[in-house]
């Protein structure tokens, strides 16, 4: 058996961060993470306070899903960050945590984690982790960003009601359990790094390109403002898709929940 302590104080022991969890709120139990770091927030929270639970009754996902994990079974945690950043470029923060966190899991585990556009972990093209970024805007000004992770960790996602039957967790892809903690710790030291980057006023475009498995692939977008299908090309510096219609021309996707499309337009294969 593995010591899978998770407290507020396993977290802190030789985590040796600078901004993220230097204040940390640990719940048994709680409804969303996202919801109480929210509320932290608009309180005046300090940037960095890391809100985390061993189990949560009420965990959503992007587009009001429904985040399910057995109690003592996931890392469930949300931040609270207050980047120097214009609204439209509050997506680069999403973009820094979930880098940090796929090099963070590369880095203890060996796994080949990827980002699949525009919130998803994935292995082997199965989702382990989401990542759920709400911001709050007072005015023109970004006041606060939170970023929720969720991550499947020793639990077999095939046997939980809710959970579509092509996730998985790292201990199903490893066959071994998973200490949570230095996991959580490794991943918000990776975060910081990111992070850092980030506030130092670097473009992560590049390292985030290298980690997001969905450029190159003929896809269907489900968006706010209909379906589109293409290529994905390219993203921005704010982590918008750039997807090529088959008639060549090109959409930047905000926001959408990506799939395979079938049928690829022939004029469009072989195209790099």
């Keep these: 058996m593995i010591n899978d302590e998770l407290t507020a104080e396993s977290l802190a022991r030789d985590l040796n961060t600078r901004i993220l969890a230097r204040r940390i709120v640990y719940y048994e139990c709680i409804g969303s993470t996202n919801d109480v770091a929210r509320q932290l927030a ?14 949560q009754s009420a965990g ?17 945690m949300s931040l609270v960050l207050r980047p120097a950043l214009p609204p439209f470029a509050a997506p680069r923060v999403t973009m820094a945590i ?12 060996g796994l080949p984690a990827q980002i699949k556009w525009p919130n998803d972990l994935q292995i082997r093209g199965k ?27 020793n639990f077999d996602p095939t046997q939980v009601s809710g959970i579509p039957a092509d996730a998985t967790s790292l201990a199903m892809e490893l066959h071994r359990a998973v200490p949570r903690a230095p996991l959580a710790q490794a991943i ?22 290298e980690r997001l498995v969905t450029l190159g692939q003929f896809i269907r977008a489900q968006t706010p403002h209909g379906t589109v299908i293409g290529h994905a090309r390219d993203v921005d510096e704010n982590g918008a898709l750039i997807l090529q219609r088959a008639d060549g021309t ?8 990506v799939t395979l499309a079938d049928n690829q337009p022939q004029t469009l294969r072989g195209e790099r």
């Design 98 to 109: 979930a880098l940090g966190a796929v090099e963070a899991i590369r880095a203890m585990t």
């Design 42 to 55: 608009d309180a005046g929270e300090p940037e960095g306070t890391l809100v985390i639970a061993d189990e």
């Design 60 to 76: 959503r996902g992007r587009l009001g899903r429904v985040w399910h994990a057995p109690a003592r079974s996931s890392l469930l």
């Design 250 to 257: 090109l959409v930047h996707l905000q926001a959408g929940d």
């Design 188 to 209: 918000l030291r990776a975060s910081e790094a990111q992070y850092a980057r980030l506030r130092a006023g670097e473009n992560l475009r590049d390292a985030y390109k």
């Design 127 to 153: 989702k382990f982790a989401g990542i759920l970024a709400e911001s709050g805007i007072v005015g023109e000004q970004l006041e606060y960003v939170i970023v929720g992770i969720g991550i499947n960790v």
